[in-house]
């Protein structure tokens, strides 16, 4: 899955990608690389998962426009594919024509 605009972003290890609370407009597809998306409560960090290659990460943003619910961050040098609100839409508009149920 690429998001047709072909934008692509790089983190180095240890960069945060987008933060708990946050106004979420986009998600992103990972190309390589593994992401940690964690919850900060006080001063400590609770893991809640670990991705790579070929996960989307921040898609709920995009799905309930609510604030992140979580942060994520690069656990290595990390190439992501960037899906925008539009783009997502566009591909859930394709689904709903060719599926509604599962839409």
Excluded: C, H, W
């Amino acid at each position: 899955m690429n998001d047709p605009t072909g934008e692509r972003k790089s983190f180095s290890t240890g960069d945060i990608i987008f933060e708990e609370g946050e106004v979420g407009d986009m998600a992103y597809l990972i190309i390589s690389g593994e992401v940690e998306i964690f919850r900060t409560s006080g001063n400590k960090e609770r893991v809640l998962a670990t991705l790579d290659r070929g996960e989307i990460i921040g898609e709920m943003s995009l799905i309930d426009n609510a604030p992140r619910m979580a942060s994520a961050r690069a656990l290595s040098d990390l190439e992501l594919s960037v899906i925008s609100r539009k783009s997502l839409q566009n591909r859930l508009d394709r689904l709903e024509e060719s599926d509604r149920v599962l839409r």
